[in-house]
């Protein structure tokens, strides 16, 4: 999960727990998690026993350092059992990435992840004022990550737009071309280096306008399939010269 701070990253973690509470969601049966507590303190503040007169997310700090949700689902029709580990890092960190590419080869979590969800704020998306800046954070958060070669080979990158249910009003129409027009944008940045797939969600609505957890049940069963095909680095052969050296050509070319 790779965005700068009140982008949604964690709210999007946090609702994915709760679609859970209520039962099963994207035809996946909730199975363990070694993170309870950790949903939980992220979760309170949108319930109504928190007693606040709209739902909220605590902020992840930058003191946090990094941290994972884990959460195991099995599928409601065989029952086959897949564990994820959602990082949660504090969007400071990201900013820097933004600006200092090579910082991102210390990020382990982009070294590991078969998915690198890219978070843009859905907020900013739909304030004309703030739209030219959401989208260059992103391209330039995106850029430098490709830039410092920190990325899996066969990671998917994908462009998870949050807070869509703002996407209202006279301005919609507009604000849906701009959008549509930077995914075209960002997927031919990747130029075929990378997969992109992109996702438009609205993991909470305190007006009550769209159902909250829209989108993600796609977005879920996307971290949940197996990737297209398994990565195996070329060896790289040293010069051969004697016979013995020669057994190895012979071998492959027979």
């Known amino acids: 999960m790779v965005g700068e701070r009140n982008g949604g990253k964690t709210t999007l973690v946090a609702q994915?727990?709760?679609q859970f509470l209520r039962g099963?969601?994207?035809q996946m049966l909730f199975t363990q998690s070694w993170s309870l507590q950790g949903f939980e303190r992220k979760s309170f503040?949108?319930?109504a026993e928190f007693g606040a007169a709209h739902p909220d997310t605590p902020r992840t700090s930058a003191q946090d350092g990094l941290g994972f949700f884990h959460i195991a689902v099995s599928d409601e029709s065989n029952l086959e059992r897949t564990d994820l580990l959602i990082s949660e890092?504090?969007?400071e960190v990201y900013r820097e990435v933004r600006d200092r590419p090579e910082r991102a080869t210390a990020l382990v979590e982009l070294r590991k992840a078969g998915v690198v969800a890219l978070i843009l704020d859905g907020d900013r998306v739909a304030k004309p004022r703030m739209r030219a800046g959401v989208f260059a954070s992103v391209r330039n958060i995106a850029r430098a990550l490709?830039?410092?070669g920190g990325l899996?080979?066969?990671a998917t990158i994908q462009l998870v737009t949050t807070k869509v249910d703002l996407f209202t009003g006279e301005g919609a129409a507009a604000t849906l071309e701009a959008l549509t027009e930077f995914e075209a944008n960002l997927g031919a940045l990747l130029n075929n280096r990378f997969e992109l797939t992109t996702f438009r969600i609205a993991a909470r609505d305190p007006s009550g306008n769209v159902a909250a957890g829209s989108g993600m049940d796609e977005l879920l069963r996307s971290w949940i399939a197996p990737p297209s095909s398994a990565y195996l680095e070329e060896p790289v052969l040293p010069k051969l010269v004697s016979?013995?050296?020669l057994f190895l050509t012979r071998g492959r070319n027979e």
């Open 146 to 148: 490709l830039d410092s």
């Open 45 to 47: 503040q949108s319930r």
């Open 24 to 26: 099963p969601f994207a």
């Open 16 to 18: 994915l727990y709760e």
């Open 243 to 245: 016979e013995f050296d």
């Open 89 to 91: 890092r504090a969007g």
């Open 152 to 154: 899996h080979p066969q």
